[in-house]
Each structure stands twice: as structure tokens, then as C-alpha cells.
């Protein structure tokens, strides 16, 4: 997960639009304080939603996500599931659980104390290409888009080159784009949190 804050803090405008001007601009930044809750949560919710537009995906680190678990009532933690040979089984441990119908997830990659609420209706991801490369032609070609002149979704081959001082070739594939935000304004995340 970027660290960088959508809320204006690191950085301040967008293609020169102030986010201080343009509130549709900020994404939503609160510090939890230390403890987690399920009012802080309700506000994070409340304050980047808007009609039908709403977070579809929390993830947070292992840590979090376990106060997170530690919040619910005992019997919204157990979990059960029927399957036709397995028949009715329960326990008290889960890997994953929902907010809001929305999935809280556990990823280890997340900054340490975070909270996540993102709208994956608002991620994009804006293929490129490098210099002096060619695309790779590992799928066909999409239509219907602003990029569908761009193959291999940001991949390229750099083509053979010689190893220096060896009988060898090496090849190299590069990736070259950019993770937008198309409204910030739906995204939030909590951060600080170190406690239930």
C-alpha cells in the first residue's frame, strides 16, 4: 500500500487543482488515536460514501485486522459453513470477515496501523511503455478505451544484449505505468491504530 496521504497532506494539488479548494479532490485521512472502534469505522464509512458510491474493499495489516475481529459480538465471529459430504461445522477462528458487506482483509503489506477503505470503482491502472521497446503481444488488444492503442498493458521486451565479458545474452522485460486515483474523494484510510 503508497503511504502517500490523498488527502492533501503530501501532496497538495493535482494537475495544479488545489485539494484544499477542490474537496473532490481529498481523499478522507483521520488518525484512529491508538484505539480501533466501530463509531471511528462508521465515520470513515459515512464520510466517503455517497449514494450507491461506497468502499467495496478494507484491507488492513494482520494486526489490525485481528482488533478488528476482537470488536464483533462472540456470535459474529463464529464461522460456519455446510458442504454436502463436510455437513455443519463451526470454529472460532476466521480469515477474513466483512464490514458492511464490504471484505476486511488481511495483507502484510499494508502500513503498520492502517485502515484502508477503498473504492476499486476509482483505481485504475494507466498503461505505458518505455523508450526504444516493443510491446509484448502477450494478449489481444483491447478496444473501447482511452489506452487501446497501448498492448501488452505496460509491458515491453528491451530485445537481446550482449553480456559484458560473457558468452551469454541477457533480455530484459520492463513495466512502465502509473496507479491512479479517479476520485479520491471515495477513499479513506484510518491511521494509528494499535488497540481495541
Known amino acids: 500500500m503508497c503511504d502517500n496521504k490523498q488527502d492533501g497532506t503530501d501532496v497538495a494539488t493535482i494537475g495544479g487543482q488545489s485539494r484544499s479548494t477542490y474537496s473532490t479532490l481529498a481523499a478522507t485521512v483521520t488518525a484512529s488515536g491508538g484505539t480501533l472502534t466501530l463509531a471511528k469505522m462508521d465515520t470513515m464509512w459515512d464520510a466517503i460514501t455517497s449514494g450507491m458510491q461506497s468502499p467495496t474493499l478494507i484491507p488492513t495489516t494482520p494486526t489490525v485486522f485481528s482488533l478488528f475481529g476482537q ?11 455446510v458442504g454436502l459430504a463436510k455437513g455443519l461445522k463451526s470454529g472460532t477462528g ?17 502500513t503498520s496501523g492502517y485502515m484502508y477503505f477503498l473504492n476499486e470503482n476509482t483505481l485504475e491502472w494507466r498503461a505505458g511503455q518505455m523508450p526504444e521497446t516493443t510491446p509484448v503481444p502477450f494478449m489481444s488488444q483491447m478496444e473501447g478505451h482511452e489506452y487501446s492503442d497501448v498492448k501488452g498493458l ?25 496507479f491512479i ?9 484510518l491511521t494509528g491504530v494499535t488497540g481495541a
Open 71 to 81: 470488536l464483533l459480538q462472540p456470535q459474529e465471529r463464529i464461522n460456519k459453513s
Open 94 to 110: 476466521f480469515t477474513g470477515l466483512d464490514y458492511r458487506d464490504t471484505a476486511v482483509l488481511a495483507d502484510e503489506k499494508c
Open 154 to 178: 505496460g509491458f515491453s521486451w528491451g530485445g537481446w544484449a550482449k553480456a559484458f565479458n560473457a558468452a551469454a545474452k541477457n533480455g530484459y522485460i520492463y513495466l512502465a505505468g502509473e
Open 181 to 189: 486515483v479517479k476520485n479520491p474523494k471515495r477513499n479513506g484510510v
